[in-house]
């Protein structure tokens, strides 16, 4: 089943999904700017509203415990928008961690996130649907962002669910993998986010051999990546048999990315990317692959607890 903010309903209603998203989130403390945080409001639902019309059917929320997650906005957002939202449970990097997480053991990280799982989020029967996004660094991974991806795998085992990571700009990837696979996840079950930044095919293929799946998450920030070059990049590796191991995503974390503020919102998958993937030769098997078996199959939870 699919853990929803709204309840449980079966992988086969999932339908076309954005696979790290954030609709609630406050991140301005640490980035220290106001565009960082957004919540329910007429700007996200209007957001909400444009991307059910592109043809999306659900989003996973990837705002944890110590992004300004709230599941009552996204119940709220659920409701008005008609969209699955899939909630997470984790820690994001170190320096939004909070200060008991530095000197804490897995198994107090473990506890806490278990917990959620089994009693539900900040006094909510909502249930969390996937553990992230879990991250690390550009160039290493911390002490504390260890220890939460080692309990994040620890963790995913017993309940059966999906892990979904923050690669600062695509890097470190194979090193997450082999962490959380090393500790008794189910490459099958890794979503390593932020790799269609590293924008190196060789790379690419050397992660996905270790058979866990990757993201194309941040269509639409051109700052970062030319989406025709993301495009050409999704294409060549659908053609070369991997769309089975590729998700889709915007990765919206500013209101000015949004098209309310002048960005291109959470649509850029859909009116951008994929317009010009098309143009490269992909085909429409491999989008729906992409869009809608790859999350069905991903974060399906699948046995464990309920």
């Known amino acids: 089943m699919i853990q929803t903010v709204l309840g449980p309903i079966k992988a086969s209603e999932l339908g076309v999904t954005m696979a790290h998203e ?11 700017d106001t565009d960082s945080v957004f919540t329910a409001s007429e700007l996200v639902f209007s957001e909400m509203e444009r991307l059910r019309a592109s043809g999306v059917a659900s989003v ?53 996130l278990e917990g959620e799982f089994v009693n539900g989020i900040d006094g909510t029967d909502v249930r969390p ?36 990571t923050h690669c600062q700009l695509g890097c470190l ?4 993998a082999d ?19 590293a924008n190196d095919l060789d ?10 799946n990757i993201g194309f998450d941040t ?6 990546l030319a989406d025709e070059q993301r495009a050409q990049n999704l294409a060549t590796l659908a053609a070369e048999g991997y769309a089975s191991q590729i998700v889709l995503s915007t990765d919206i974390s500013r209101q000015s990315y949004m098209h309310g503020k002048g960005g291109f919102g959470y649509t850029a998958v859909m009116e951008r990317v994929l317009p010009m993937a098309r143009e490269h030769g992909l085909d429409e098997a491999s989008i729906q692959t992409m869009l809608v078996d790859n999350p069905a199959r991903i974060f399906d939870i699948e046995g464990g607890l309920r």
């Open 22 to 32: 954030h609709l609630s989130v406050d991140l301005g403390s640490v980035r220290g």
């Open 60 to 112: 996973v929320e990837v705002s944890c415990i110590d992004m300004g997650r709230d599941v009552r906005a996204l119940q709220e957002i659920s409701r008005r928008s008609g969209l699955n939202i899939i909630c997470s449970t984790g820690f994001y990097l170190e320096k939004y961690h909070p200060a008991w997480l530095a000197d804490s053991p897995v198994s107090r990280i473990e506890e806490v």
């Open 129 to 164: 649907g996937v553990i992230g996004e879990i991250a690390g660094e550009k160039t290493q991974i911390a002490d504390s962002e260890r220890k939460v991806i080692i309990a994040s795998a620890h963790v995913a085992a017993r309940v059966g669910c999906a892990v979904t």
């Open 173 to 176: 990837a194979p090193e997450q």
């Open 179 to 197: 962490l959380l696979i090393g500790e008794g996840m189910d490459p099958a079950k890794v979503v390593l986010g932020h790799l269609d930044l």
């Open 203 to 212: 790379y690419y293929r050397r992660v996905l051999a270790r058979g866990v």
């Open 219 to 224: 269509c639409g920030k051109v700052a970062y």
